[in-house]
Nanobody, 122 residues
Framework: QVHIVESGGGSVRPGGSLRLSCLASGTTFNWYHWGWFRQAPGKQRELVATITSAHAAIYADSVKDRFTVSRDDAKNTAYLQMNSLKPEDTALYYC????????????????WGQGTRVTVSS
């Protein structure tokens, strides 16, 4: 039974920064790739960043050069550093274990945390 807790969200002005954390328990953290997802009102959930078990980082074009994903396996924690935030980054952000299938990363299962909300507005 995996338990995931996201934190670090908040309300910022455009151009601001936030650092999100994802703490996981009940799983062998280092075995998995971890992904950061977001879901905005009226939009599908999208994968914005992935950190693989080999510590390779992959980003969606929408966040490339602004976000940095990382992980600390000893702390069972993944991070998402978000800089130069834009209003379109406003969403509920989730993390989850992901696996590669047919060229895309998908959640390993449906064990989602509560997410952490990011609001970017002026």
């Amino acid at each position: 039974q995996v338990h995931i807790v996201e934190s670090g969200g908040g309300s910022v002005r455009p151009g601001g920064s936030l650092r999100l954390s994802c703490l996981a328990s009940g799983t062998t953290f280092n075995w998995y790739h971890w992904g950061w997802f977001r879901q905005a009102p009226g939009k599908q959930r999208e994968l914005v960043a992935t950190i693989t078990s080999a510590h390779a980082a992959i980003y969606a074009d929408s966040v490339k050069d602004r976000f940095t994903v990382s992980r600390d396996d000893a702390k069972n924690t993944a991070y998402l550093q978000m800089n130069s935030l834009k209003p379109e980054d406003t969403a509920l952000y989730y993390c989850n274990r992901v696996r590669l299938a047919s060229g895309n990363y998908y959640p390993v299962d449906d064990s989602w945390g509560q997410g952490t909300r990011v609001t970017v507005s002026s």
